[in-house]
């Protein structure tokens, strides 16, 4: 998704100075006129706004603090916006590090998964400073097509991990629907275009709906990564003493299928992990 991200924001004609671990997605970018950097390190030396897009927790932590990191480059009064899905805790800690160096910290989750990415549709949620997210709007208009301000640092992560909760249960209840739909012996398309069409449509339903009934879980967002993100859900729910009985079980069908080795595979794939209860 950061590649789509960066391809977006060159179209809008921003300057970037890139870097990431898979040669592939800079080499793509540089022939859209990026600049290759050969370190996070470089990159903040470089730039005055600095964009994340990491899979986890940490990552972000060792691009930031390791050697070579961003905050080994970065000068008082740069912009980091953190674009992973990560512990509002960690979140909350890097902020505070990057605030001693005179730096200012956005964590801004996305949602709207490859398809959002490439279209620059994605939703965009951003905890930390109103006036800092106004100087980097801009960038966000070119990524996103809705960008809303939470509150303080931790904001943005803790609305993805209430946006992971209730993506969880329509990956589960379309995953359930659709197979009593194909116990039945109904048309699963003709029962696509009733659930569409009335109160059960999500956006889940109907950008993965047709594959998921075609047998296609080529990723868009990885079940490996959408349990990575119910964790942080889970633990977020756990510090505040709230019980989530239903994501917790969720939960546990998508570790199934990741223990099957299928966490490469797109989340809707936990209708093949349900089906399989059938035999």
Known sequence: MGKSMALNLRKAGFSLVVHNRSRGAVEELVAAG?????????????????????????????????????????????????????????????????????????????????????????????????????????????????????GPVGAGQTIKATNQIVCSLHYAAMAEGLLLAKQAGLDLEKALRVLTGGYANSRILEVRGPKAIADNFQPGFKASLHLKDMKIALDSARDLDLPVPFTALAAQFFQALINRREGDLDASALMRELARLNG
């Open 34 to 150: 990026a600049t290759p950097a050969a370190s996070s390190r470089e990159v903040a030396d470089r730039s005055d706004v600095i964009l994340l897009c990491l899979p986890d927790s940490p990552d972000v932590v060792a691009v930031v603090r390791g050697e070579n990191g961003v905050f080994t480059g970065a000068r008082p009064g740069q912009i980091i916006v953190d674009h992973s899905t990560i512990s509002p805790v960690v979140t909350r800690d890097l902020a505070a590090e990057a605030a001693a160096l005179g730096l200012e910290w956005l964590d801004a989750p996305i949602s709207g998964g490859d398809v959002g990415a490439r279209s620059a549709t994605l939703s965009i949620m951003v905890g930390g400073s109103a006036e800092v997210l106004s100087k980097v709007m801009p960038l966000m208009e070119a990524m996103g097509k809705t960008i809303t301000h939470m």
